[in-house]
């Protein structure tokens, strides 16, 4: 999309000029005068004509990161095609400072995100008065990214209600691979080479003669299962991502396994494990207004909604 752009003081000193000696050249027969009036007005119409026709065969490109969290200011891979020799950039949404540069070139341009979610377009746009600065011309792109950018909710603080998961309830994508141990003593067996001293259960291997070590119960499966359902205004489903995103991260850092219900923006109702905050975030980037997908039976649940957005400024997580 392409502005009307501007003109600048020196387009306002070789119009004049121009229509002087034009007008003066008329009346007093002088051809030096119009002359000078002539060339005045064809420098306008250069200056015009010039940075109209370097914008519109001027192309760009832009590559962003794969992830990152609201709030945070990214650096995106630009290359601008085309020939200029006073080019000036700067991504929108928000809007950023002008980068003055050449065409063709490659460089960096620093970004700002401020919302959560998938972005597979960025706004960019191109300015340049050159050569002789007369209009200044601006364009407006929108540059399909190679490679959409996942902007995950900035966390907040909220506490998680991990527990105890039943042992029917974990299937092989769910098991979780960390738990809260047992100092319950299930059963004795003898001592064979390689078992921790520790292990050694002496008032029964003095009884017996010989060494035993002691077995263990397995540690109990602790998870999580957060059901965030974003339907509602986009600002409170904002608030309900970033609590979700506090959550989250609270019980992966007690060492739960957790699983995240949403509705995908592509592939409707999922709920599946998060391993990091990484896929948590990427899990909540894509998440949209909609049904969520269920928790499955024998999980710890908590549910995270988007029409409770208003009570949580006041709330104790």
């Known amino acids: 999309m392409h502005g009307p752009g501007e003109f600048t003081l020196t387009a306002a000193v070789l119009f004049t000029l121009g229509a002087y000696g034009v007008a003066a050249g008329a ?9 000078i009036g002539v060339f005045a007005f064809a420098l306008f119409l250069i200056g015009v004509v010039w940075p109209i026709v370097t914008l519109a065969r001027a192309g760009i490109e832009v590559v962003a990161p794969a992830d990152a969290t609201a709030g945070d200011e990214i650096t995106l891979r630009v290359a ?15 809007a950023g400072r002008w980068w003055r540069t050449v065409a063709p070139a490659t460089g960096t341009l620093p970004h700002r995100v401020n919302r959560r979610g998938e972005i597979t377009h960025v706004r960019v746009q191109l300015r340049t008065s050159a050569p002789l600065g007369v209009f200044v011309r601006v364009r407006q792109a929108r540059v399909r990214l190679p490679v959409p950018l996942l902007v995950a909710p900035a966390p907040r603080p909220a506490g998680a209600a991990v527990g105890p998961v039943r042992e029917d309830a974990l299937v092989a994508d769910t098991r979780p691979t960390t738990g809260v141990g047992s100092d319950a003593v299930r059963t004795v067996r003898p001592y064979v080479a390689g078992d921790a001293a520790r292990l050694v259960h002496w008032p029964t291997s003095a009884r017996r003669g010989a060494l035993v070590v002691r077995e263990h119960d397995p540690p109990a499966a602790h998870g999580l299962a957060i059901v965030v359902d974003l339907s509602g205004p986009e600002e409170w489903a904002d608030e309900a991502a970033a609590v979700a995103a506090g959550v989250g991260r609270a019980a992966l850092a007690a060492g739960a396994t957790v699983l995240v219900c949403t509705f995908d923006r592509h592939d409707g109702p999922v709920c599946a494990p998060v391993g990091d905050t990484r896929m948590l975030g990427r899990r909540l980037a894509r998440a949209g207004a909609g049904r969520p997908a269920e928790a499955p039976a024998g999980w710890p649940v908590q549910h995270v909604r988007a029409v409770d957005a208003g009570d949580w400024r006041s709330r104790e997580w």
């Open 27 to 35: 009346v007093t027969r002088d051809q030096t005068v119009v002359t």
């Open 80 to 94: 601008v095609h085309g020939h200029a020799s006073r080019l000036e950039v700067r991504a929108l949404d928000p």
